[in-house]
């Protein structure tokens, strides 16, 4: 029986809420786990440094393929660590340049999988929150210094804040501390608002950041749906479950002896706006017409 060796760099909490939609995609390509698949689990738990000495373990175990998600670090060291052994990565940061791939069409090498794209639509992001509340002057930018993309986020969502009209104060925070610290700052600043970006260790804290911007009362604007529907206000980015789902095809494509090298990187199609609008209520916020008719799902 083959056998996926799977690494992620944050926990299986985590990864939970995404298992099903690997699950859907591989038995689409013919795999059913269990049955004519196994899976080796590794977890970072958030602990980056880990990642090495995690994917040298699968790679001696001669496992089939490996796939590597949980942000861009798992893929960069299961890269760094075997040329042969077959790799489907699940990334929101640009593969390009990040350098797991050379290209996007014919990625060539063992590489291959599913761009999310998530680290790259902050502009976007400004622009919604500017329309939620125009009087916001400063609006925060938080980003995880310890994410690969971290720099090319705040360096987006500073140049798009000029294009949107407001002054964009960068934060960073690699621990749940530094999270709450970032509030208080935001507070101290007169911030208006607050735009949070992509990262693994921001996502599986959603519950810290709800309950902070509850407390500040302060409209914080996420990548993920997944922070909205714990309480969050909303979210703006791609379709994290249905690029897990393409990721498990992949896997199942390379199982039955396609190369990764002829697979082109699978980038979204779609973009969902996700809107609370009993968080907006509690904010005492109007939610405008016009964000209610983009909405791709409001929850009451």
């Known amino acids: 029986m083959p056998v996926i060796g799977f690494i992620h760099g944050a926990s ?45 373990d699968l ?62 639509l902050d502009a976007k992001k400004l622009s919604v929150m500017r329309e939620l509340v125009p009087k916001a002057l400063i609006v925060g930018v938080l980003v995880n210094p310890n994410y690969p993309a971290a720099k090319s986020q705040a360096d987006e969502a500073q140049e798009a804040s000029g294009r949107v009209g407001v002054q964009a104060l960068i934060l960073r925070a690699g621990t749940e501390r530094e999270i709450v610290l970032a509030f208080e700052r935001l507070v101290q600043e007169s911030a208006g608002a607050l735009l949070v970006g992509t990262d693994p260790f921001f996502n599986s804290r959603r519950a810290i950041f709800v309950a902070l911007a509850a407390r500040h009362s302060i409209p914080v604007i996420y990548p993920q749906r997944e922070y909205v529907t714990v309480g969050g206000l909303m979210s703006y980015g791609p379709d994290f479950a249905d690029g897990y789902r393409k990721a498990g095809v992949y896997l199942g494509r390379i199982l039955a002896g396609e190369k990764p090298a002829a697979l082109p990187v699978l980038q979204p199609t779609k973009f969902e706006l996700v809107i609370n609008l009993g968080t907006a209520k509690a904010l005492g916020l109007a939610m405008p017409p016009t964000l209610l008719a983009l909405a791709d799902e409001v929850i009451e």
């Open 59 to 120: 790679v001696e175990r001669r496992v089939a393929v490996i796939f590597a998600a949980g942000g861009t670090d798992p893929a960069i060291a299961a890269r760094a660590a075997t040329a042969n052994t077959p790799i489907v990565f699940v990334s929101a940061a640009d593969p390009m340049k990040t350098g797991l791939v050379a290209s996007l069409n014919l990625p060539g090498g063992n590489v291959t999988g599913v761009s999310l794209l998530a680290s790259a």
């Open 12 to 56: 299986p909490s985590y990864f939970a809420q995404w298992a099903d939609a690997v699950r859907e995609g591989l038995e689409q390509a013919g795999y059913v786990e269990g049955r004519n698949v196994a899976t080796e689990y590794r977890w970072a738990d958030g602990q980056y440094d880990r990642l090495p000495a995690l994917v040298a």
